[in-house]
């Protein structure tokens, strides 16, 4: 299995610019979460989907985020229109279960200028 | 209210020497998972281990291995004969049984795991 994967591996845009970020999980995995990591706040989950349904979206910072799972097999998080504190790494996390510990991607990382 | 405690903020030790990573949770639950996750400067995070709070025995998988104490609420990390490339940070999480599918885990702060050579 390749992994989770996340694309891009890197994204420098403008303040105010759309950012599209994407995820594939492992196949199988039924729960999917996005987190942002970054040196002030740590590892913050932001969204996370069950059966690609969107449990709990309380750690979504605001409105200009947003997040969807079309299918078992793809996740996008949005952010628009984007600020420079938006800067991070952003993860995408896979599971089956929940409890049998998530597989992450390699990350995200997201400069905002 | 769950929350996880990593006191070390940074360790460095020598190569070759002994060193355990402490971790304290706190939960009412009664059925949870402990996890550790390393984080290396390239910057994934990887999986190392997932404990549930009915097996108290002590894990051991080569240089690395766990001690979890339910009286104590630790779950502390050891590794022996450290190496170069251990250095990381490293992450304790806890996650109460799943309900409503709810899986979140609840992050510890990390660790950073200096080796010097």
């Known amino acids: 299995d390749a992994g989770v994967i996340q694309s891009p591996r890197h994204e420098v845009t403008e303040m105010g610019q759309e950012v599209t970020l994407r995820c594939k999980p492992i196949s199988g995995h039924n729960s999917l979460f996005w987190y942002r990591q970054t040196m002030m706040r740590g590892l913050e989950l932001l969204i996370y989907?069950?059966?690609?349904?969107?449990?709990?979206d309380s750690g979504m910072p605001e409105d200009r985020f947003s997040a969807k799972m079309p299918n078992a097999s793809f996740s996008t998080l949005k952010i628009q229109p984007s600020e420079p504190r938006d800067s991070a790494v952003y993860f995408c996390?896979?599971?089956?279960?929940?409890?049998?510990?998530?597989?992450f991607g390699s990350g995200t990382r997201l400069t905002v200028v | 209210a769950q929350k996880v405690t990593q006191a070390q903020t940074e360790i460095s030790v020598v190569e070759k020497e002994d060193v355990t990573l402490d971790c304290v949770y706190e939960?009412?639950?009664?059925?949870?998972?402990l996890f550790w996750y390393k984080q290396p400067p390239s910057g994934e995070l990887v999986f190392l281990i997932r404990r549930n709070s009915f097996d108290e025995q002590n894990e051991i998988s080569g240089r690395y291995s766990w001690n979890f104490q339910k009286s104590t609420s630790s779950f502390n990390f050891t590794i022996t004969a450290s190496q170069v490339v251990d250095s990381a940070v490293y992450f304790c999480?806890?996650?109460?049984?799943?309900?409503?599918?709810?899986?979140?885990?609840?992050w510890g702060a990390g660790t950073k795991l200096i080796i010097k050579p």
């Open positions: 939960t009412r639950d009664t059925t949870y998972y």
């Open positions: 996390a896979s599971s089956f279960g929940g409890n049998n510990g998530y597989t």
């Open positions: 989907f069950n059966n690609n349904v969107p449990i709990d």
């Open positions: 999480a806890l996650q109460k049984a799943p309900m409503d599918s709810n899986y979140q885990l609840i």
